[in-house]
C-alpha cells in the first residue's frame, strides 16, 4: 500500500518567517501535486511535479520533487495570513490510477 | 467556467437514517471521483467514475454506500444506513480524462450522523 507522510502535522508562524513543509513515501510516485484547502471549501492544486529533482516556484512558493520520486517539499517564503490553510500532497501513480493523499499539514499565520 | 457543484453543503441525520449527495462535474469533464475527508486527514477516495462506467471502487463500503453516473455527467452518493464513523465531509472531484491527473474538487458536503 502506498503511504504519503507529511510533517509537521500542525505550524504556527508569524508573518515574515519561512517554513518547510515535508511529504514523504517508501513509494515512488509518476508525480506528486500540492493542494491547499481552506475550512468550508476543497482542495485547490496549487502545482504539480513530474520529473525527479524538479524544482518549481509559485511566487513565495518553491516546489521541490525528490530525485528518486519518492519524496516532496513545500518551502514558502515569508509566510503571510493568507497562507494559513492545510496543504495537501497526493502522489499519483500510473496515469489514470487514484491519487494518494497525505493528511495535510495544518498551517497558521499570524500578523 | 464553472466548477464542481455539491449539494448539500451540510447534512445532519440520526444514525441508521439514509442520505443523498449530488454532484455535478466541470463540463466537459470525464472522469468524477468521490471521496471521503475525515477531520484532521486527507481526503480517501471512494470511487472513480470515467464516463457513467465505474473505474475503481476498491475502497467503498459496499454494504451501505452506493454510487452513481447514470449519464455520464452528474453522479449521486448514497449512503444507507449511516453509521457515526460516517461523519465526515464528502468531496466530490472531476478531471478532464482518465489519464489527466489534475482534479478539480466542489466545495464538499458536510455530513454528521448523530
Known amino acids: 500500500t502506498q503511504l504519503l507522510e507529511q510533517s509537521p502535522q500542525f505550524l504556527s508562524i508569524q508573518e515574515g518567517e519561512n517554513l518547510t513543509v515535508y511529504c514523504n513515501s517508501s513509494?515512488?510516485?509518476?508525480?506528486l501535486q500540492w493542494y491547499r484547502q481552506e475550512p468550508g471549501e476543497g482542495p485547490v492544486l496549487l502545482v504539480t511535479?513530474?520529473?525527479?529533482?524538479e524544482v518549481k516556484k509559485l511566487k513565495r512558493l518553491t516546489f521541490q520533487f525528490g530525485d528518486a520520486r519518492k519524496d516532496s517539499s513545500l518551502h514558502i517564503t515569508a509566510a503571510q495570513p493568507g497562507d494559513t490553510g492545510l496543504y495537501l500532497c497526493?502522489?499519483?501513480?500510473?496515469?489514470?490510477?487514484?491519487?494518494?493523499f497525505g493528511k495535510g499539514t495544518t498551517l497558521s499565520v499570524s500578523s | 467556467e464553472a466548477g464542481v457543484a455539491q449539494s448539500p453543503r451540510y447534512k445532519i441525520i440520526e444514525k441508521r437514517q439514509s442520505v443523498a449527495f449530488w454532484c455535478n462535474p466541470i463540463?466537459?469533464?470525464?472522469?468524477l471521483y468521490w471521496y471521503q475527508q475525515i477531520l484532521g486527514q486527507g481526503p480517501k477516495l471512494l470511487i472513480q467514475?470515467?464516463?457513467?462506467?465505474?473505474?475503481?471502487d476498491s475502497q467503498l463500503p459496499k454494504d451501505r454506500f452506493s454510487a452513481e453516473r447514470l449519464k455520464g455527467v452528474d453522479s449521486t452518493l448514497k449512503i444507507q444506513p449511516a453509521k457515526l464513523e460516517d461523519s465526515a465531509v464528502y468531496l466530490c472531484?472531476?478531471?478532464?480524462?482518465?489519464?489527466?491527473?489534475?482534479?478539480?474538487f466542489g466545495p464538499g458536503t458536510r455530513l454528521t450522523v448523530l
Open positions: 497526493a502522489g499519483a501513480g500510473k496515469a489514470g490510477t487514484a491519487l494518494i
Open positions: 472531484a472531476s478531471s478532464l480524462s482518465f489519464s489527466y491527473n489534475e482534479q478539480f
Open positions: 511535479v513530474v520529473t525527479g529533482g
Open positions: 463540463s466537459g469533464h470525464a472522469t
Open positions: 513509494s515512488v510516485f509518476s508525480s
Open positions: 467514475f470515467q464516463n457513467n462506467g465505474v473505474v475503481d
